[in-house]
């Protein structure tokens, strides 16, 4: 079958075309990632890209509890060793950078943190929750001044450096899910009047420039991004008048930056995004002259093959890999599938995390 045959990814070779998918395991005590962690991607190897959970760029983008960072020297040493492993075992691994913007409570910051957005629109159709007092309101953040823009995307310059220089084979810049930088990218949530608001090339530039930095810094085979269009995870709009139109865009001018890849998560089953976004990927890639990753509901090497047939190069796979480490192998040999704990996805300890039979 396709979906086993090998792939090179700008440069980085792939053992198949098979991709986990980033997914938040919330392990990361004091945001530093550790030897379980490393256990957990080593054992997981078998895929051909290892995708990691999104790991902020700054203390003021780690809204989460448990959530690593790559913003510290100690942090950094945390991928370093992860990285180290996941290469003795012949695998790959992109690390999912991102700023959680407003969807963030100041008891999950870090000392110093600031819950900072494109505009001063809170989320309030959910709670977020902390260790210390279970579920609490998101912050009401601060608007974004020009020079916090520029911070930002330095950060994300300074975590992509650090993190090629300890091994890791590349940067996955998160621009979905509801995170800043879709926030940047959705009217419902930039209200600015400058020129990072308002028509969707203004309102695309964030993410433009970001990646742009990010190139220039450790080069574009290394670069890929993640979007969601029409999803409406952490109170997005799902669909906007110029989505299209703003998706189409981003496209064509990430093309001119020739980086690796474009990520796009299906939300339609996980995420109640409605049934019509389909089509949005097919826009996306007839504009896009890279590597295309796509998935959805993958539990099966015939549902990977069916998307490898409808267009896309790479399929990703997220919980199945949770329960089942060794999912390569169950998959080529259409062996049953363990059933994960949802009750542990996000618990601090080894339990539903690293004692799935290898």
Known sequence: MKVFETFELSGTKLKNRIVMAPMTRSRAIDNIPNDLMKEYYSKRAGAGLILS?????????????????????????GWKNIARGIHENEGRMFVQLFHTGRVSASLNLPNGGETIAPSVVPLTEMEMYTDQEGMQPHDIPREMTFEDILQVQNEYVTASKKLIEA?????????????????????KTNQRNDEYGGN?????????????????????????????????????????DDLVSLYTYLAQE???????????????????APEFATQIWKTIGDNFNGTMIGGGDVDSATKAENLLEDGYDLVYIGRPFIANPNLIDKLKH?????????????????????????
């Open 254 to 272: 990430l093309s001119k930056q020739n980086i690796a890849y474009i990520h796009i998560a299906d939300q339609r089953s996980a995420m109640a």
């Open 167 to 187: 091994g890791i084979d590349g940067i996955e810049i998160h621009s979905a899910n509801g995170y800043l930088l879709e926030q940047f990218l959705d009217p």
């Open 200 to 240: 969707y090339k203004n309102r695309g530039r964030f993410v433009l420039e970001t990646v742009q930095k990010v190139v220039q810094a450790i080069g574009p085979d290394k670069v890929g991004i993640r979007f969601s269009p029409y999803g409406v995870v952490n109170g997005m709009s799902g669909e906007y």
């Open 334 to 358: 259409n062996e049953e599938l363990t059933p994960l704990n949802p009750d542990l996805l996000y618990s601090p300890g080894p339990e539903g995390y690293i004692d799935w039979e290898f």
């Open 53 to 77: 959970e999104a790991t902020s760029v700054s203390p003021n983008g780690t809204g989460y509890p448990r959530i690593p960072g790559a913003y510290t020297e100690e942090q950094i040493n």
